[in-house]
């Protein structure tokens, strides 16, 4: 099955390598993502630490898995999508 994830537009190398890899992948900026019926189109959604918080609340739900992108390699990223 193909993967589809939602990335942030300041991810650009995470963007480069998932795509390399047969990821497609969509940016989005800030709270591009709040509607939940376009949330469930992603297979995950990568975020940069300083937008963990990018639904409006810090413990919002959601079946898509949210990455925190702070501190990992692609490589660590990609892994966590394709487990």
């Not at 963007?15 to 497609?24: M, T």
């Not at 990018?54 to 949210?66: I, N, Q, R, S």
Request: glycine share 6%; hydrophobic share 35%.
């Amino acid at each position: 099955m193909k993967k589809k994830v939602a990335i942030e537009q300041n991810l650009d190398n995470v963007k480069e390598y998932l795509e390399e890899r047969g990821i497609k992948t969509e940016q989005f900026s800030g709270s591009q993502l709040i509607n939940s019926s376009k949330i469930s189109k992603y297979d995950a959604i990568i975020v940069s630490g300083s937008n963990k918080d990018f639904l409006g609340m810090e413990d919002a739900k959601t079946k898509v898995p949210v990455i925190d992108a702070t501190g990992m390699t692609p490589q660590e990223i990609y892994n966590n999508i394709t487990r």
